[in-house]
Each structure stands twice: as C-alpha cells, then as structure tokens.
C-alpha cells in the first residue's frame, strides 16, 4: 500500500503555511515550525529538499527565511510530495497482459490527479472545515 510518510504530510502542511504569507515577503522558519508544532531541525531538512526542488527561495540574512518560488495557484500538492516522497504509487516491473498493464497505468494516473491541488485551492480547505465544524458545550 502507497503510504505518505510525516515528510511528506509535514511539507504539505509547512507549504500551505508559507503560502498564507504569500506576497508579504519572507517567513522565517522557526515561524512555520512554531505554528505546526514541529522541529525547526526537521523543517529545516524539508526546506532545504524543497529548495533544491525550486519550489522555495530562501533568503540570508538576520531577516531572511523562505518564500514560495510561483504563486499558491502554480505549486500542486502533487508537486511537493513527488520532492519529498519521490514517486506516487509506482509499481516496479508491472507484469501481466496488456489489460493488467493498463490497469495499472490508469490507477497511477487517478492517484496522480487526487494531488493535482494546488496550494491556494489547500487553502480554501480552511473555510470548508470552518463550515462542517461542529461545537459542543
């Protein structure tokens, strides 16, 4: 079974936080570690894969920190966890006629396009949980 191990979920989560900041220049790290409750060490590793990727620019500098390298609608979901996790459900040296290796092409691309979200549209999922909250007293 394909699992997204705490990387890949963690750089989700640390990306959708550094798109809150879109446009309003850079945001230190230890900000997105504080607000997800994680390692600085940790997001600093995660940074440092997305960085490599293109998907961050960092900044130097007693000010510096990140910022997302396009805008919230350009980064996919899919994007950041092929840099973390590497491949989304790759089966190695598919045998079987050519139904079953179609089979397995077709699913690769469903699970493919589960991901295509893009970051801004992440975002959104903060209103939609708002909505379907229900609170107790």
């Known amino acids: 079974m ?3 191990s705490t990387r890949g979920s963690y750089g989700v989560a640390a990306m959708a936080e550094l798109a809150r900041y879109w446009g309003s220049g850079v945001v230190q790290i230890g900000r997105i570690a504080h607000a997800l409750d ?5 997001m600093e590793q995660i940074f440092g894969a997305l960085r490599k990727a293109g998907l961050v620019e960092s900044v130097r500098g007693a000010q510096g920190g990140y910022r997302l390298s396009r805008e919230p609608a ?12 590497g ?13 079953v290796m179609l089979f397995w092409k077709e699913r690769h691309d469903a699970i493919r396009a589960q991901f295509e979200v893009t ?19």
């Not at 350009?74 to 996790?85: K, N, P, R």
């Not at 491949?87 to 139904?99: I, Q, R, T």
């Not at 970051?119 to 007293?137: Q, R």
Request: net charge negative; glycine share 6%.
């Open 38 to 42: 994680l390692s600085q060490n940790y």
């Open 87 to 99: 491949g989304l459900c790759e089966v190695v040296e598919p045998k079987g006629s050519d139904g």
């Open 74 to 85: 350009a980064i996919t979901v899919l994007e950041i966890l092929e840099v973390l996790e």
């Open 119 to 137: 970051l801004e549209e992440l975002l959104a999922y903060d209103a939609k949980a708002k909505e379907t909250m229900i609170y107790y007293i």
């Open 2 to 4: 394909a699992t997204i």
